[in-house]
Nanobody, 127 residues
Framework: QLQLVESGGGLVQPGGSLRLSCAASGFTLVDYTIAWFRQAPGKEREGVSCITGRGGSTTYADSVKGRFTIAGDNAKNTVYLQMNSLKPEDTAVYYC????????????????????WGQGTQVTVSS
């Protein structure tokens, strides 16, 4: 059974850091493209970052460039999202999702292409 489990969310002060994890089971991430999305209260879900499982090509939303880093650990079948310099506007439920196939690039604009989703983890940035 294919499953994605996010962890690592929590409450952090502005300027702080968190590392989210997305652990996969039932399939091998190297064959997929993996993305992080987030949804804040009252807002639409938006793409944050993605990484190709085989080549490690990455994409970031403009709002997180220079602050967030996505990385994969194929040995652990896990993808991480390191979030630094967090801002209150980063507050949201963060989801990881995958789509089969690992091409040259990845995209976070077409979330409907992502076939499997985790349950989400809450990130709250507040003083």
């Amino acid at each position: 059974q294919l499953q994605l489990v996010e962890s690592g969310g929590g409450l952090v002060q502005p300027g702080g850091s968190l590392r989210l994890s997305c652990a996969a089971s039932g399939f091998t991430l190297v064959d997929y493209t993996i993305a992080w999305f987030r949804q804040a209260p009252g807002k639409e879900r938006e793409g944050v970052s993605c990484i190709t499982g085989r080549g490690g090509s990455t994409t970031y939303a403009d709002s997180v460039k220079g602050r967030f880093t996505i990385a994969g650990d194929n040995a652990k079948n896990t993808v991480y999202l390191q979030m630094n310099s967090l801002k209150p506007e980063d507050t949201a439920v963060y989801y990881c999702a995958v789509q089969y196939g690992s091409g040259t690039d990845c995209y976070i604009t077409a979330m409907w292409n992502y076939e499997y989703w985790g349950q989400g983890t809450q990130v709250t940035v507040s003083s």
